[in-house]
């Protein structure tokens, strides 16, 4: 099981919009590297959803529910989309700021690469965010 990052705007669609509808497709996403990471992503692989906008913050975990199809919202067939579920909020959002101020994420994409909106999270990383957001 590999482990994600995906980044959306909350005003265009937040965590709680995510629970209430219980899954969603997550579409849209059109830069070459976020959709060879998309591309790669496969059920089962558990996402970290970022709120981007004021809150640049992670705050809660999401489920694959399928692996990559051809996403119905490009009209050029050459993007893919996944289908998400949320499984819990984080107690504590992580903020980029407490993020960056860790030197242990100085090499990560969410750092380097702010405007990329899937990344995958290494193990190590994807524990110490656990661990942030759970105090």
């Given at each position: 099981?590999?482990?994600?990052?995906?980044?959306?705007e909350p005003e265009t669609y937040s965590f709680a919009?995510?629970?209430?509808?219980?899954?969603?497709?997550?579409?849209?996403?059109?830069?070459?590297?976020?959709?060879?990471?998309?591309?790669?992503?496969?059920?089962?692989?558990?996402?970290?959803?970022?709120?981007?906008?004021?809150?640049?913050?992670?705050?809660g975990v999401m489920e694959v529910a399928a692996d990559?199809?051809?996403?119905?919202?490009?009209?050029?067939?050459?993007?893919?989309?996944?289908?998400?579920?949320?499984?819990?909020?984080?107690?504590?959002?992580?903020?980029?700021?407490?993020?960056?101020?860790?030197?242990?994420?100085?090499?990560?994409?969410?750092?380097?690469?702010?405007?990329?909106?899937?990344?995958?999270?290494?193990?190590?990383?994807?524990?110490?965010?656990?661990?942030?957001?759970?105090?």
């Amino acid at each position: 099981m590999a482990h994600w990052l995906f980044k959306e705007e909350p005003e265009t669609y937040s965590f709680a919009d995510l629970e209430r509808d219980g899954s969603t497709t997550w579409t849209g996403v059109t830069n070459a590297l976020a959709q060879k990471h998309l591309r790669t992503v496969k059920k089962g692989d558990l996402v970290f959803f970022y709120a981007t906008g004021k809150l640049k913050s992670v705050v809660g975990v999401m489920e694959v529910a399928a692996d990559p199809t051809p996403d119905p919202t490009d009209t050029t067939g050459k993007c893919v989309a996944v289908t998400v579920k949320p499984l819990r909020q984080l107690a504590a959002p992580v903020s980029l700021a407490t993020i960056k101020a860790d030197k242990a994420f100085a090499s990560w994409e969410l750092v380097k690469q702010a405007r990329l909106s899937v990344m995958p999270v290494p193990d190590d990383l994807w524990a110490r965010i656990e661990a942030l957001g759970a105090e």
